[in-house]
């Protein structure tokens, strides 16, 4: 059986018993030899298809695992009154399962346990996790020292021992997001809780955080000791609108114009942020250059710090709406060069742009050569409106290369692009667009002419469409030349 198809049969479980379609009942009763009961840090041999009862004295986080080669087990947990409290197959070691949970002293837990393959016997082991509800720097169940026990709000160095978990707390000092960045090294868990263990997300991920609540950092390392330099840091937020950040009155936000291209200095673990109000409906995306040619992450949001979209990805900006371009690094300090760019648009179609009042819409006949000039960073449109049925092309030649020139009909719906075939009938309407897409990139020049191909339907020697000589007749040996003009056919 895959593991694959395995997961699907366990999650199927899963949902079944959530759903009470399967029942889990009251625990039944177990006669003597039926089950098998374990203590704190204790491993047993144990036969598959039967409980495994435990009882723990102190409150506090215990995990529960298998250690077997062969066979594939996996665990289901229920408390004293037959209640579902977790599952897990294949979190272990290869095939074993490993599941983790905090459990009240004096209650009577079952562990069933189930084999993918056949039924054995196997080693499961239960071991208690070190936990510190009252924040004394002792284990509640072992009483060993393993976490520290004062809070930190700067950089520290923390002592990490091979194979233990340490927990370190951290005190908000103002309601936020944060992350904590930690150097390089592998670790088993990386981890951060409230004050009463409950999970809020990983050390390098953003976490919400409460001003004045005490929060846990739990790391572990499986393999060896290290001392590990961790430092917390805050999301910028400025809800005022003073270019202050809110949490420690740093200066990190400002005011920015349409095509203007700033200077953004990123301190490590810091954000910046740029603050736009749109002139007018339409597509806005940024374009930056960066002194280490990266970035950890660089988004778009709306006055009230919602998310729109990654620096790629652009968002619809409304007239009059104030949007915040922001920059964050956990690394190096880093230099953007921004710049914000957008989609030209034409609502009263007298060419000018809507938004930056640049012409950027003109006409083009059919025949004529017309040469298109984009500024870095921008777009420029050409509208040609076909008189007579038939296939036409767009020729388009740049020193730069073709690509940046699409084509798409009155609906807005791409058909192609240059040199390609299209079939047009009288009155259609196409836009021929012009893309240079980086600011970082010289401006782009197109020398663009829209060209159909011959048709004689009534064989009188003209063109339908452009009424030119195309044909003639010639006779059994006679000599006749052929006058051909670029990109035309005789």
Same mark, same amino acid.
């Given at each position: ?252 936000? /400002? @005011?920015?114009? *349409?095509?203007? =291209? %700033?200077?953004?200095?990123? &301190? #490590?673990?810091?954000?910046? !942020?740029? +603050? $736009? ?84 819409? /003109? @006409?083009?006949? *059919?025949?004529? =050569? %017309?040469?298109?000039?984009? &500024? #870095?960073?921008?777009?420029? !449109?050409? +509208? $040609? ?106």
């Amino acid at each position: 059986m895959t593991k694959a198809f395995k997961k699907v049969i366990s999650m199927a479980l899963c949902l079944m018993m959530l759903a009470g379609v399967c029942a889990v009942g009251v625990v039944p009763a177990v006669a003597a030899g039926d089950g098998y009961t374990i203590t704190s840090d204790q491993t047993i041999t144990v036969e598959s298809g039967k409980p495994v009862y435990f009882t723990p004295e102190k409150t506090g986080i215990y995990s529960f695992y298998s250690t077997v080669s062969v066979y594939d087990p996996y665990v289901y947990l229920y408390d004293s009154a037959g209640n579902y409290l977790g599952y897990d197959d294949d979190g272990g070691d290869g095939y074993n399962f490993f599941v983790t949970y905090g459990l009240k002293a004096g209650e009577k837990y079952r562990y069933d346990i189930s084999l993918y393959n056949g039924n054995t016997n196997l080693d499961v082991t239960l071991v208690h996790e070190h936990s510190d509800s009252d924040m004394d720097g002792k284990c509640d169940i072992c009483s060993v020292e393993f976490a520290a026990a004062t809070s930190f709000d700067a950089p520290k160095t923390l002592d990490i021992t091979a194979g233990v978990v340490t927990e370190y707390r951290f005190t908000a000092a103002a309601t936020g997001w944060y992350m904590f960045v930690y150097d390089s090294g592998y670790y088993s868990t990386a981890d951060v809780y409230d004050s009463d263990y409950n999970y809020l997300g990983k050390m390098y991920s953003e976490v919400y955080l409460i001003e004045g609540r005490t929060y846990r950092l739990r790391l572990t390392n499986d393999t060896a000791s290290q001392l590990t330099d961790v430092e917390p840091v805050h999301r910028h937020t400025d809800a005022n609108g003073d270019g202050l950040c809110d949490t420690d009155s740093v200066a990190f936000s /400002s @005011t920015y114009a *349409l095509g203007e =291209k %700033k200077d953004v200095t990123i &301190p #490590a673990g810091g954000t910046a !942020e740029l +603050v $736009f109000t749109c002139p007018a409906d339409t597509w806005y995306y940024f374009d930056y250059d960066s002194s280490t040619n990266g970035y950890d992450e660089s988004g778009v949001f709306d006055a009230n710090g919602v998310f729109l979209g990654y620096y790629d990805d652009g968002f619809s900006g409304k007239a009059g709406e104030t949007y915040r371009l922001r920059f964050t690094t956990g690394g190096a300090t880093e230099i953007y060069g921004i710049t914000l760019l957008h989609d030209h648009t034409d609502g009263n179609g007298d060419g000018i742009c809507d938004v930056c009042s640049e012409e950027y819409i /003109s @006409t083009i006949a *059919l025949g004529e =050569k %017309k040469t298109v000039r984009v &500024p #870095a960073g921008n777009e420029r !449109e050409l +509208v $040609f409106t076909c008189e007579k049925d038939g296939e036409y092309e767009v020729i388009c030649e740049s020193s730069s290369g073709i690509w940046g020139c699409e084509i798409y009909d009155s609906e807005n719906r791409y058909i192609g692009s240059t040199y390609d075939t299209m079939n047009l009938s009288a009155g259609d309407v196409i836009s021929i667009r012009f893309y240079a897409y980086s600011s970082s990139e010289r401006a782009k020049i197109y020398d663009v002419t829209v060209w159909h191909d011959h048709t004689d339907a009534d064989s009188d020697g003209i063109c339908d469409i452009c009424s030119a000589e195309i044909s003639a007749k010639i006779a059994l040996g006679e000599k006749k030349t052929v006058e051909i003009p670029k990109d035309e056919t005789r």
